[in-house]
Every structure is written in structure tokens, then in C-alpha cells.
């Protein structure tokens, strides 16, 4: 049995979650999210906990069982506390600003870089600490939102400028050796 898919999934107080056979419709404080699973899984409400199972021993349905328990402890943390993923701006010169709730980044191109955010995901960015704060309550939305911004100037290897995500150590190169004995 998968370690992690035999744990059940706690439903927190103030959190609804209706399990129709393979679908699942999660409501909460934060938004509410709807997902069809493999039907080779079974998904279960008991005793205000969701139970994930498994029929038989095969790969498809192992490789499943754990993977379709993340997603559904995922759905549940996301509408109840929500996710958050921090961004550093790194470099002379570059910032990050709010206009509104679009984010507008300076970067060192020839235009600010305005990026608008998609349903449920805000931001926030503050000046000092040069730091971009991406949230929101569906991870994955979150997550590919907070890749998008880091792709609009990926941190470069030789003075590590860009936009790193927070705590991302950035592997450096030597530069020029420079002139040396001939």
C-alpha cells in the first residue's frame, strides 16, 4: 500500500467537500475547486475525512493512488489557507511594482513587463526587500503563475541578475580569467 495515499485527508472546519463517484467539488473560506480522478481510484467521505483507495495491485493504480491523494490534501490546504510562493528581484536597476493589481516589472528591458493576473491569484510586491509574493488557492495556478514571472528574466550564472524564486541558490560561473603570466 502507498504510504502516503492510505492517510486520510482532514477536512478542516468551515471546509465542504461533496465526492460524487470520480469527481470532487471542494468549497472553503478561499475559493472553491472541481476535479475528475481516474475511476481505478476510489474516493470516499468518512467521519469528515477523505479516504482514498485502491482495488487491485496494479502499477496504473499504485502510480495513482498516492498522486491522487496529494492533489486532494492540495485542493483542501488551497481552499482553506491557501498557497503562496515568493519571488526575489535581483539586480541594478530592477524592481517590481503595483499598478493596480497588475504587477509591472522593470528588468533591464526597453519597457516595463506588465503581467495581469489570472482568476483567483494576486500579488504583491514590496519595494525594499525587492520581493514579489505570488497567492493564491489553487497550486498548481500558482505555481505556473510564479514560473511565468521567473521566466520574464531568468537568473543569469555570471552576476546572478534576475528573478529568482526566495531561498534558490543560483549556481555561479567564473567570468574572464583575465591577463596572466605568459
Request: charged content about 25%; overall charge positive.
Amino acid at each position: 500500500m502507498s504510504r502516503i495515499g492510505r492517510l486520510p485527508v482532514d477536512v478542516p472546519a468551515g471546509v465542504q467537500v461533496d465526492v460524487q463517484g470520480s469527481n470532487i467539488h471542494i468549497k472553503g473560506p478561499k475559493g472553491e475547486l472541481q476535479r475528475t480522478f481516474s475511476p481505478l481510484i476510489g474516493i470516499a467521505l468518512e467521519n469528515n475525512q477523505v479516504v482514498v483507495s485502491r482495488n487491485s495491485d496494479k502499477q496504473e493504480e499504485r502510480a495513482l493512488h498516492g498522486t491522487t491523494r496529494a492533489v486532494i490534501a492540495n485542493m483542501v490546504h488551497g481552499v482553506s489557507s491557501g498557497f503562496e510562493i515568493v519571488l526575489e528581484v535581483e539586480g541594478v536597476g530592477y524592481r517590481s511594482e503595483m499598478e493596480g493589481n497588475t504587477l509591472i516589472l522593470h528588468v533591464g528591458y526597453s519597457h516595463p513587463v506588465r503581467i495581469e493576473p489570472s482568476d483567483g491569484i494576486s500579488f504583491e510586491s514590496d519595494a525594499k526587500t525587492r520581493q514579489i509574493k505570488v497567492i493564491g488557492f489553487n497550486r498548481e495556478v500558482v505555481g505556473q503563475t510564479a514560473a511565468e514571472i521567473r521566466r520574464v528574466r531568468p537568473p543569469e550564472p555570471y552576476h546572478g541578475k534576475g528573478i529568482r524564486y526566495a531561498g534558490e541558490k543560483i549556481r555561479r560561473k567564473a567570468g574572464k580569467a583575465g591577463k596572466g603570466a605568459v
